[in-house]
Each structure stands twice: as structure tokens, then as C-alpha cells.
């Protein structure tokens, strides 16, 4: 695989906010997504690392390792049945519609997931960045079921809070470090305004329908699978005209160096070496 060195998210980013329409990733006859990666935010994407929008109906990857970051699994509430998740932690779970599942990998941690037989899975898989003094933790996971997940009003728009606090109202606790995200259906004619502090970056994708984001000191206009990242707002405001369905981030940037090698991420190539020779003598533990 290739190492990725990525040195400027160790400052401030020096453009205000940078846009993609990610890359088409297909594999099997099970799985595709449109695939969006750190490098093309300009550092704007900081503390994601990668967001993989996929539909999933067939086992695909297998069991595999993860380490120095989170792998989070966001399901949309159109999946159909179930989307079974398992690490070496000892979890074993179906995860349903709506639901969220975060699997701090930390030292490293081995994961499996799968549509179940039949089912239709359609969601988001998010790495987020762990910072340095985090990154040889203990790994840990936690489930949030859609049913316990809070919803937010707009005008002629709703938003489930997933993660994070909007709204004076407080969702699921992102471990480590803050990050908020909204699951945002819009109506045609309404609107969705987020208030959050002006050092967290926003970055925002377009999973259905024609949308208009305006924050602070800039405007775009996004269609299915474009995502635009940007820092320095305060305010982030989401409308359509015929409808649209929208996915939000919001966090505090790590600004911290690290290498990316697929499924791992750390801060020299050397300790990345160091994961791979674990999981390979099996000392990141079993799932079988």
C-alpha cells in the first residue's frame, strides 16, 4: 500500500475551504462507494482522515486490522436489515438502520463487518485521526442505537444529532477528541442552521438531492457526492429547494503530522512497521 506523509496538517491550512467530488472505489460485486481522502481537503478535512460512502450487500473485506485512528460506521435509516460487526474486543453485534458504531483501534484492534444475508447496507465508514498521546491507547467501542439518538428541528428540515452536542441539546461523546455530527434530511423549501465554534472545521457531503451551504465568509452548491470542507465558521447553513438529504461534520482540527499505510495511521513509518509485524505474528488478537 502506499504511504502517505501529510505534514501540512501539522499548521493552519492557508485556503479557507477546498471541495471534492471523491473517487468511484468498487470492489467485488458487493461493494461501492464514492471514496473521500484528507489529501484533497487541503488539510480542511483534519481530524477526518478518509469517509468512504458505500452500500455494502455481500461480505467483501474479510477480517482485518485497524490502528492509530477510529474506524466509525454511520448507517443511514434506508439500509435494510442487518449489518453484522465484530471485533477482538469481543463485540458481536448487528448493527440496524440509523445506527452508529465507534471502534477506537488506538495500538491496534482487528474488525469485521458484513451485510447479513439479504440485506442492503447503506452508510458512511469514517476514520478519524487519533492525536499523538492517543494513538498506543487501550482500543474500546461503542454502539449507538438510531433509537436513542437525539433529533433536532429546523425549518421544514430535521437533523439527527449522531454525535456531538447542537442545539443546547447533547448527543453520543466522541472519545478523545470533540466532533459533532448531524444525519440532515431537508425538505423542498427548508433550512438547517448549525451554531459551533469557529476553530472547528466543517466538512459536509451531499448524499442526495440539490442543496446550497452558506457559512460565514463564503457559498456552494452541492449535488450528490460533492463535499466541501471549511474552517472559520460559526454558523453553517443548509437549504434546498426540492429537497436533500446531508451529512455534517464538525470537529477540532489535531493539526498533527502522521502517516497514513491503508487501514492504520501513525506519526513515523516505523511505528506503522511496528502494527504491521503485530498483526502479523498475531498479537492484535482474534475475531475467529
Same mark, same amino acid.
Given at each position: 500500500?502506499?504511504?502517505?506523509?501529510?505534514?501540512?496538517?501539522?499548521?493552519?491550512?492557508?485556503?479557507?475551504?477546498?471541495?471534492?467530488?471523491?473517487? *468511484?472505489?468498487?470492489?467485488?460485486?458487493?461493494?461501492?462507494?464514492?471514496?473521500?481522502?484528507?489529501? /484533497?481537503?487541503?488539510?480542511?478535512?483534519?481530524?477526518?482522515?478518509?469517509?468512504?460512502?458505500?452500500?455494502?450487500?455481500?461480505?467483501?473485506?474479510?477480517?482485518?486490522?485497524?490502528?492509530?485512528?477510529?474506524?466509525?460506521?454511520?448507517?443511514?435509516?434506508?439500509?435494510?436489515?442487518?449489518?453484522?460487526?465484530?471485533?477482538?474486543?469481543?463485540?458481536?453485534?448487528?448493527?440496524?438502520?440509523?445506527?452508529?458504531?465507534?471502534?477506537?483501534?488506538?495500538?491496534?484492534?482487528?474488525?469485521?463487518?458484513?451485510?447479513?444475508?439479504?440485506?442492503?447496507?447503506?452508510? *458512511?465508514?469514517?476514520?478519524?485521526?487519533?492525536?499523538?498521546?492517543?494513538?498506543?491507547?487501550?482500543?474500546?467501542?461503542?454502539?449507538?442505537?438510531?433509537? /436513542?439518538?437525539?433529533?433536532?428541528?429546523?425549518?421544514?428540515?430535521?437533523?439527527?444529532?449522531?454525535?456531538?452536542?447542537?442545539?443546547?441539546?447533547?448527543?453520543?461523546?466522541?472519545?478523545?477528541?470533540?466532533?459533532?455530527?448531524?444525519?440532515?434530511?431537508?425538505?423542498?423549501?427548508?433550512?438547517?442552521?448549525?451554531?459551533?465554534?469557529?476553530?472547528?472545521?466543517?466538512?459536509?457531503?451531499?448524499?442526495?438531492?440539490?442543496?446550497?451551504?452558506?457559512?460565514?465568509?463564503?457559498?456552494?452548491?452541492?449535488?450528490? /457526492?460533492?463535499?466541501?470542507?471549511?474552517?472559520?465558521?460559526?454558523?453553517?447553513?443548509?437549504?434546498?429547494?426540492?429537497?436533500?438529504?446531508?451529512?455534517?461534520?464538525?470537529?477540532?482540527?489535531?493539526?498533527?503530522?502522521?502517516?497514513?499505510?491503508?487501514?492504520?495511521?501513525?506519526?513515523?513509518?516505523?511505528?506503522?512497521?511496528?502494527?504491521?509485524?503485530?498483526?502479523?505474528?498475531?498479537?492484535?488478537?482474534?475475531? /475467529?
Amino acid at each position: 500500500m502506499t504511504t502517505q506523509h501529510i505534514d501540512k496538517l501539522a499548521g493552519v491550512p492557508c485556503e479557507t475551504h477546498a471541495q471534492s467530488e471523491g473517487r *468511484l472505489l468498487s470492489v467485488g460485486d458487493g461493494f461501492e462507494a464514492q471514496s473521500y481522502q484528507h489529501a /484533497d481537503f487541503r488539510g480542511l478535512m483534519d481530524p477526518l482522515i478518509m469517509v468512504d460512502h458505500f452500500t455494502m450487500t455481500q461480505p467483501t473485506f474479510g477480517t482485518h486490522a485497524h490502528a492509530g485512528l477510529s474506524a466509525v460506521t454511520v448507517m443511514f435509516e434506508d439500509s435494510e436489515g442487518a449489518f453484522h460487526n465484530r471485533d477482538s474486543l469481543g463485540n458481536d453485534l448487528d448493527l440496524a438502520p440509523g445506527d452508529l458504531y465507534w471502534f477506537k483501534a488506538a495500538r491496534g484492534a482487528l474488525h469485521n463487518e458484513e451485510a447479513r444475508p439479504d440485506a442492503r447496507t447503506h452508510a *458512511l465508514q469514517v476514520f478519524v485521526n487519533l492525536a499523538a498521546e492517543h494513538r498506543h491507547d487501550e482500543p474500546s467501542a461503542f454502539h449507538v442505537a438510531a433509537a /436513542d439518538i437525539p433529533q433536532l428541528a429546523g425549518d421544514q428540515a430535521t437533523a439527527r444529532l449522531v454525535l456531538g452536542e447542537a442545539g443546547g441539546v447533547q448527543g453520543a461523546i466522541a472519545p478523545d477528541n470533540p466532533l459533532t455530527l448531524l444525519d440532515i434530511d431537508i425538505k423542498a423549501g427548508g433550512r438547517f442552521t448549525h451554531h459551533g465554534p469557529t476553530e472547528h472545521h466543517a466538512w459536509i457531503l451531499a448524499i442526495k438531492g440539490a442543496s446550497r451551504v452558506t457559512w460565514n465568509t463564503g457559498s456552494a452548491d452541492l449535488q450528490p /457526492d460533492k463535499a466541501i470542507a471549511f474552517a472559520d465558521a460559526s454558523g453553517i447553513s443548509l437549504s434546498s429547494e426540492e429537497g436533500a438529504h446531508v451529512v455534517l461534520f464538525r470537529g477540532q482540527p489535531l493539526r498533527q503530522a502522521f502517516v497514513q499505510r491503508g487501514p492504520y495511521a501513525m506519526g513515523t513509518a516505523e511505528e506503522l512497521d511496528a502494527v504491521e509485524a503485530a498483526y502479523r505474528s498475531g498479537r492484535l488478537g482474534s475475531i /475467529d
